[in-house]
């Protein structure tokens, strides 16, 4: 097994600062010879100057790239098309590569993750919990808010072309094996940003039809949504519960995917607040920690 060189990010001005906030946490938990690389698109003076102030400190552990590709617009979403240029850069590099969402956290080494058995697919990534959740909440007819659980499932099962949900995955944390993809012919579906431009969900619907034959599911310790906790309700199948304990508690990567962010965490919606009153616990320890690794982050900069 080849291990995995080179992670990774796409910032845009919306997410400069938490990208460099992961980037630092992944330098901290992987080798010295893994490349942390930055693709970004014209940013502020001031975001441009925090990325080399950071690429300069971190000397050639990482390289900064620039995308000359035009994107389509996207609608409807809370990110922005730049969320599109994944799709562009991971086909540039050669064996395989870490691709990571600017709104992770690494909390331990990535070495095993790096080096993870793709047992012959294009694609590694972890299952989606919030389409889990939709998925087995569809199924229980008995239960309050079925109807419009049934509904989201039975457009989202429509959009995409699937017949379930199950191994629906999230693409914020991604190990592609590009050599694969192309020996799968997958490249050239793979890089159309307009077809992906035009599903609800964007690039990680695209990935899900695409390569949807040809991803392996990891463990969800390796990107674990605030601590999957969509996957606590007694819907889910005790067995996936039971395989999502340490994702919740413990997680390698943590990802703070959706509008609610910890450097956002006064400007919640109310639903996010209430929902807190049963996972406060777990959500405000994630949160603590990316505050304590953007400190860290502005004080190696210091150095």
């Given at each position: 097994m080849v291990d995995c060189k080179n992670i990774l990010y796409c910032l845009d001005n919306n997410f400069t600062e938490c990208t460099l906030t992961s980037a630092h946490s992944a330098m901290l938990h992987t080798a010295d010879d893994v490349t942390i690389n930055l693709l970004h698109d014209e940013l502020s003076r001031d975001n441009l100057s925090l990325v080399k102030s950071?690429?300069?400190t971190a000397g050639e552990r990482v390289q900064l790239h620039t995308l000359s590709d035009k994107l389509p617009s996207i609608s409807g979403s809370h990110i922005t098309n730049f969320a599109l240029a994944r799709l562009l850069?991971?086909?540039?590099?050669l064996g395989r590569v870490l691709y990571l969402d600017g709104d992770t956290l690494i909390r331990r080494d990535l070495t095993p993750l790096l080096r993870y058995d793709l047992h012959g697919a294009a694609v590694g990534a972890a299952l989606c919990p919030t389409h889990l959740s939709w998925w087995y909440k569809s199924r229980s007819t008995l239960?309050?808010?079925y109807k419009r659980n049934n509904a989201v499932t039975l457009q989202r099962l429509s959009q995409l072309g699937f017949s379930t949900l199950e191994h629906y995955v999230n693409s914020g944390v991604m190990l592609v094996d590009v050599d694969r993809l192309n020996v799968l012919k997958l490249t050239d579906d793979f890089r159309d940003t307009e077809k992906a431009a035009s599903y609800r969900w964007h690039d990680q619907d695209h990935i899900n039809v695409v390569c949807h034959d040809n991803i392996h599911i990891l463990d969800s310790t390796y990107n674990s949504i605030w601590g999957n906790l969509a996957l606590r309700n007694s819907v889910i199948p005790r067995a996936l519960r039971v395989s999502q304990r340490e994702a919740m508690t413990n997680p390698v990567v943590?990802?703070?995917a959706g509008k609610q962010k910890p450097w956002r965490h006064d400007k919640q919606?109310?639903?996010?607040?209430?929902?807190q009153l049963t996972t406060r616990r777990i959500e405000n320890k994630f949160t603590r920690e990316w505050l304590q690794a953007r400190d860290q982050l502005y004080a190696s900069l210091r150095e």
């Open positions: 950071f690429a300069n850069a991971i086909p540039s590099f239960r309050p808010g943590v990802h703070f919606r109310i639903g996010m607040k209430l929902r």
